[in-house]
């Protein structure tokens, strides 16, 4: 059963950095979109970026010059790195994996399983 | 607020049918995939269709979507209490370079 898993502190001081892992389990690496999106408190879902098994990302633009994400295979995790966080940032933070079943990808992914979220409130 | 646009808010009968739309332009709908998240109450979303109109494993075929053009639509007939929640639809865009979601209807059995 595929289960994934973030880990990371619920609090981060505004101006400093966000740092979340997800844990993989059931699982290979391997052809997946390996994705973070987030939720502000009552609010829609958004998109911050993807690593490909390959190591090749893709950032949503709006993020862009904050945002890391990598991956490490042999752990089976994979992280985000948000700077310079303001209470904007603050979200449910979602790890998720987006699969592609078309001939056309990455524009045909979906997430087929999410973790459960992580809280993370940016504070003053 | 999303390129694409769900209305707020729908709402039916234990029973009944209740549809809710997804309307983009030809840069995301138009040309791409449309897929359907389902979130339950502090639950995190669920893939409820993909591809426009696939359901995966375990979805019940009381869910159902099309899309036409650069709308998308889900419907889920035989409504149950356990429906209520909120409805994402997403799909790539091709200016953003990535996936979008709509805004969300959240779902109310009466």
Do not use: M
């Not at chain 1, 993807?50 to 904050?66: A, D, E, F, M, Q």
């Not at chain 2, 449309?34 to 109450?41: A, E, K, R, S, T």
């Not at chain 2, 979303?45 to 709308?71: A, C, E, M």
């Amino acid at each position: 059963q595929v289960q994934l898993q973030e880990s990371g502190p619920g609090l981060v001081k505004s101006s400093e950095t966000l740092s979340l892992s997800c844990t993989l389990s059931g699982s290979a690496v391997t052809s997946y979109y390996w994705s973070w999106v987030r939720q502000p408190p009552g609010k829609a879902l958004e998109w911050i970026g993807y690593v490909y098994y390959t190591g090749s990302t893709s950032y949503n633009p709006s993020l862009k010059s904050r945002v890391t994400i990598s991956l490490d295979t042999s752990k089976q995790q994979f992280s985000l790195k948000l700077t310079s966080v303001t209470a904007a940032d603050t979200a449910v933070y979602y790890c998720a994996r987006g699969y592609c079943s078309s001939v056309v990808c990455p524009q045909g992914h979906y997430f087929d399983y999410w973790g459960q979220g992580n809280l993370v409130t940016v504070s003053s | 607020q999303s390129v694409l646009t769900q209305p707020p808010s729908a709402s039916g009968a234990p029973g009944q049918r209740v549809t809710t739309s997804c309307s983009g332009s030809s840069s995301n709908i138009g040309n791409n995939y449309v897929h359907w998240y389902q979130q339950l109450p502090g639950t995190a979303p669920k893939l409820l269709i993909y591809r426009n109109s696939q359901r995966p494993s375990g979805v019940p075929d009381r869910f159902s979507g099309s899309k036409s053009g650069t709308s998308a639509s889900l419907a889920i007939s035989g409504l149950r209490s356990e429906d209520e929640g909120d409805y994402y639809c997403s799909t790539w865009d091709d200016s953003l370079g990535g996936p979008v979601f709509g805004d969300g209807t959240k779902l109310t059995v009466l």
